[in-house]
T-cell receptor, first 113, second 115 residues
Framework: EDKVVQSPLSLVVHEGDTVTLNCSYE??????LLWYKQEKKAPTFLFML????IEKKSGRLSSILDKKELFSILNITATQTGDSAVYLC?????????????FGGGTRLMVKP | KAGVTQTPRYLIKTRGQQVTLSCSPI?????VSWYQQTPGQGLQFLFE???????NKGNFPGRFSGRQFSNSRSEMNVSTLELGDSALYLC??????????????FGPGTRLTVL
């Protein structure tokens, strides 16, 4: 059965720390891997990764994909309290005519002042 | 551009009742997907609609159904509600270019409580 696993389950850090969130996947026909941030309600899109080794960066956040080892990491540098959220990883597969995402269980990040 | 909107935002129903949730996608987005989020199971895919047709379906019983209208708005229906249907129901829309479907953008969700 296809699956997406995130680690750690939760993380508590202090402002200014750097964190690395992990996502490993086992799917049949990988198409892309996406990262979302979920605070109170709607997950908000962070990154979409399709190619190995190419880092995507947005401000203090960056992410990279390793299609050989089947994992991705999301890095957040100089964390701020506003980074506190659940970070979700999702994988999209080829073969389906359309858009179906399989989500991991999320990593809950708490950043303390 | 307005984001994905969902109505209602909160709903309380009793077991055995049925419920209809609505989702309006971002303007120009023709693919609409529905997800159920619970503390125990996380985010799980329900179904996806494109051009008024269901393209993909997750592993949910037939009590869960949906439809899409010609303006891309979508509704999902849950009949004979059970306590376990209490969840946050999220809708996501995406742009479709040719054979390719773009990133999904989520709405704020409808929080359904079944008593």
């Amino acid at each position: 059965e296809d699956k997406v696993v995130q680690s750690p389950l939760s993380l508590v850090v202090h402002e200014g720390d750097t964190v690395t969130l992990n996502c490993s996947y086992e799917v049949t026909n990988f198409r892309s891997l996406l990262w979302y941030k979920q605070e109170k309600k709607a997950p908000t899109f962070l990154f979409m990764l399709t190619s190995s080794g190419i880092e995507k960066k947005s401000g203090r956040l960056s992410s990279i994909l390793d299609k050989k080892e089947l994992f991705s990491i999301l890095n957040i540098t100089a964390t701020q309290t506003g980074d506190s959220a659940v970070y979700l990883c999702a994988v999209e597969e080829w073969g389906n005519a359309g858009n179906m995402l399989t989500f991991g269980g999320g990593t809950r990040l708490m950043v303390k002042p | 551009k307005a984001g994905v909107t969902q109505t209602p935002r909160y709903l309380i129903k009793t077991r055995g009742q049925q419920v209809t949730l609505s989702c309006s996608p971002i303007s120009g987005h023709r693919s609409v997907s529905w997800y159920q989020q619970t503390p125990g199971q996380g985010l799980q895919f329900l179904f996806e609609y494109f051009s008024e047709t269901q393209r993909n379906k997750g592993n949910f019983p037939g009590r869960f159904s949906g439809r899409q209208f010609s303006n891309s708005r979508s509704e999902m229906n849950v009949s004979t509600l059970e306590l376990g249907d209490s969840a946050l129901y999220l809708c996501a829309s995406s742009l479709v270019r040719g054979d390719s479907t773009d990133t999904q953008y989520f709405g704020p969700g409808t929080r359904l409580t079944v008593l």
